[in-house]
C-alpha cells in the first residue's frame, strides 16, 4: 500500500556505472561485437566489475621508473654506511682549515695586539708569528702609509688649486670648489687631498695583487711625464691618440686574447677637443675603476674615485705622476714582504 | 664569463655585484677591485645620471680688495707680475704701509693720500740698482738675469780679438 509509490530498482547514484548507461553500452558493444565478430555478453561481465576499480596494468616506463627508484636507493644506503660520523666530521674540519681568513672577524688577542692598525706602518716590525695572523691588507685603513706622501702645501706649491675660468665650470664640479676669485675657479684642497688619499690607496691595494694599471692621458704637454711616470711604476701608459675600440674591441685590434687593466688613471679626462675622453666611458663599460684628475671643466660623474685639481700645469701633473708612481711601488714592495698565506 | 657594459645603469660595483649574486659570473672569476672597492668605497658612488646639488660657487674677496682697486684706479698695472718672485710687489708694499697708518687716520681717502706720499718719499730714497733688484715685474726678471751674466763673465769681445 504504502510501498507502491516507492522506486523500485537500483539505487541511481553518480559517478558510479548503472545500468542505462550499461544497456547503453551493451548495445554499443553488440554493435561493436556485430562488426568484429566476438561476442559482447562475455566482455560486458567482465567490464562491470572492473569499472569499480583502478586498471591494474602498468605501463613499461611505470615499470621501468620504480625499478630506478629501487636501484638508487639501494646506493643512497650503501653510501651513507660509507663513512662514519667521525670521519665526516673530521673532513668537514679539515676543509674549514683551507678557507681564507678574508671573511673573519678580525682577532685582538694579546698576542698581536702591537700588530694592530694603531701604527700605520707594521708589517716590518711584527715577528714571525705574528705575521701569519695578519694576512689582509684590507682591514686597515691606511696599509700603504699612501697619507704620508703628501701634505696640502705640497698641493698648492704645485697649483692644483687653480682651475679655469667661470664661464667653462662644469655643473657636476660645484661641490668641490672653494670659490672663485675675480673669474678663476680655486678648488677646495681639503676635499682635495681627502679625495686623492682614497685613490692613492685604492691605486696601492690594487698593486699590491698585481693589478694592471693605466695611466691615461692625452695631453700632449704632458706625454713624457705620464710616460716616465709609469715606467718607473713599472706599469703601462697610453699617452697618445685614444682608439675608440682600445677597450671595447680589444682582442681585434691586438688580434689575440687580451688582459684589461684592473684599474686606469687618468692624468687628465679631456682630450685636445676639450670633450670627456673616451677612455671614461669605456672604462665604465668595460667594469674598470678609474681615479681621474678633474678639473673645472670636466664630468665626475662615470670616474669612480675623482680627485678635483688642476690638470693644466706641468708642476701639478708632475706632482701626480709622482704621486701614482709611488703608491704603485709602495704596493708592490709590501706584497714581496709579507708572504701570501 | 660574464659581464655588463651598461655605463648608464648603476655603477661599475653595482652591475659586478649584481652579477656575481645571480650566479652570471662565478666568485673565481671576480675582478681584482671588487674587494678593494668593498673596503674602501669612494665617497660618492659613480652613477651616471647623479644630480648634483646647485650650490652657488663665491666670489672670493678679502677687505684689502677695496685698497687694491683703488690703487690700481689710479696707478694702472705695472704688467704681468712674476709668480716666482718673492719681493712684494708695489702694490702690496702700499698695502703693508696702509695697514700700518690706518690707526691714526680716520678718513679713508685722507689716509689713502698720506700712504701715497710717505711711500714716494721712500722711493726716493733708495738708489736705483736696488729698486730694480726688487722689481717684480715679468720683464724685469729678463733684464736683472741679462745683468747678472754680463757681469759675473766680465769678457771684452774687443780684447779677445786683439789678443789674436
Partial sequence: MEYEAAVKGRLKLKGTANKDIQKKLKKKNKEKAKNDGESSKTK?????????????????????????????QKKRILEKASKTHKQRVEEFNRHLDSLTEHFDIPKVSPGNLNATALKVNQPTELKESELKEITNPLRFPDYFGVRNLFRLKDLFDAK???????????????????????????????????????????????????????????????????????????????????????????????????????????????????????????????????????????????????????????????????????????????KSEIPSS | MASSRLERIGSIYTRVRGLLRSGAMKQEDKPIWYDVYEAFPPKIEPFHGRKVPDIAVRNILYPEDIIRAKFYERYGSSGQISLTNKYPTPCQNFLDKYREMEKDYADENELFEAVVKVLQEEKSMFSSNEQQSRDTS?????????????????????????EK
Fill in chain 1, 44 to 72: 560486458e561481465q567482465n567490464e562491470t566489475p572492473q569499472s569499480y576499480k583502478q586498471p591494474v596494468v602498468k605501463t613499461k616506463a611505470q615499470l621501468k621508473f620504480e625499478q630506478m627508484k629501487e636501484e638508487q
Fill in chain 2, 138 to 162: 715679468m720683464a724685469s726678471m729678463f733684464t736683472s738675469v741679462n745683468k747678472e751674466i754680463s757681469q759675473k763673465s766680465k769678457i771684452n769681445i774687443a780684447n779677445v780679438l786683439s
Fill in chain 1, 160 to 334: 692644483v688649486h687653480y682651475g679655469h675660468k667661470d664661464g667653462t665650470l662644469h655643473p657636476n664640479m660645484k661641490p668641490y670648489i672653494f670659490g672663485s676669485r675675480l673669474g678663476h675657479i680655486i678648488f677646495d684642497l681639503d676635499k682635495t687631498t681627502e679625495l686623492l688619499q682614497d685613490a692613492l690607496n685604492f691605486t696601492a691595494h690594487i698593486a699590491y695583487k698585481g693589478g694592471i694599471i693605466l695611466f691615461v692621458s692625452h695631453y700632449p704637454q704632458h706625454t713624457l711625464t705620464v710616460e716616465n711616470a709609469a715606467k718607473e711604476a713599472g706599469e703601462y701608459a697610453h699617452a697618445r691618440e685614444w682608439d675608440f675600440h682600445l677597450l671595447t674591441n680589444s682582442e681585434k685590434i691586438y688580434k689575440g686574447v687580451t688582459r684589461l687593466p684592473d684599474l686606469i688613471i687618468m692624468v687628465s679626462t679631456l682630450n685636445p677637443q676639450m670633450q670627456e675622453h673616451t677612455a671614461v666611458r669605456d672604462a665604465a663599460k668595460m667594469c674598470i675603476p678609474t681615479i681621474g684628475i678633474v678639473d673645472s671643466n670636466s664630468n665626475p660623474n662615470l670616474i669612480t674615485y675623482p680627485v678635483p685639481g688642476n690638470d693644466d700645469s706641468p708642476t701639478a701633473v708632475q706632482l701626480y705622476c709622482n704621486l701614482f708612481r709611488d703608491a704603485i711601488l709602495l704596493g708592490k714592495s709590501k
